[in-house]
């Protein structure tokens, strides 16, 4: 079985394959105060739940955006599974040419999204992460990383309103029924939800037309849902696609 981890700025999801079956998914607050024990601990009782020995896991794949957490994990690895992780990072074989300015500045799990929706979906693509930040990644017709966008995801916007303004309330981000809020967290609502939306949907029509072909449209992230499901643009949501990418990138260089 793999094991495929993927820390993230405010969740860590892991995913068991058996084979090319996700057998199981988790997700952990990200702790970056957090040792290799404190989260071997909680890893061991989750794969005790799905009934997972340690034993059987013969390789595990990760990566990350939190750079002090990627060192604990391997140290999880080895102590926990004797297991030496593959991590994703610059000189992995992946299969996708980057084409960028600069390939090392870009997020690993940018890349690995990228490689697991032109493996499922085809290509060209646009792939869009509602996490933490809010990524476009763009792939194209060669099947090239070609960059994309990043802005402010939503929680961390609906925070900002909360803590730099001084009348402003902390608010639950449910769907406003209109546009026009009749009061101060109904506008709130308003402004962020339709304007999320209204975000998505110009970035996907912006990206179309300097493209200049259509792509196919794949939602991923803790947040896709619910905002996700509302925009026409978006044709697949897939909430398991870095863990499917990391296991692909896992398989490509397991041989190495």
Known sequence: ML?????GNTNIKLGIFDGDRLKATWNLATGIHRTSDEYGGVVLTLMEREKVLPSKVTGVVL???????????VELCKKYLNTEPLVVEAGVKTGMRIRLDNPREVGPDRV???VAAQ??????LIIIDLGTATTFDVVS???DYLGGAIAPGIIIATEALFTCTAALPRIELIHP???IG??????MQSGIIF??????????RRIQQELGSKAKVIATGGQAYPFAEEIAAIDVINPDLTLIGLRLIYEMNKEQ
């Open 119 to 124: 493996n499922l979906y085809g290509k060209p």
């Open 3 to 7: 094991l495929a981890i993927d820390i």
């Open 182 to 187: 009749r009061n101060t967290i109904s506008a």
């Open 177 to 179: 029924k209109q546009v």
């Open 195 to 204: 304007g999320y939306i209204e975000l998505i949907e110009g970035m996907i």
């Open 112 to 114: 690995v999204n990228a």
């Open 63 to 73: 990566c990350g955006v939190v750079p002090p957490l990627l060192y604990t994990f």
């Open 141 to 143: 017709k060669e099947g």
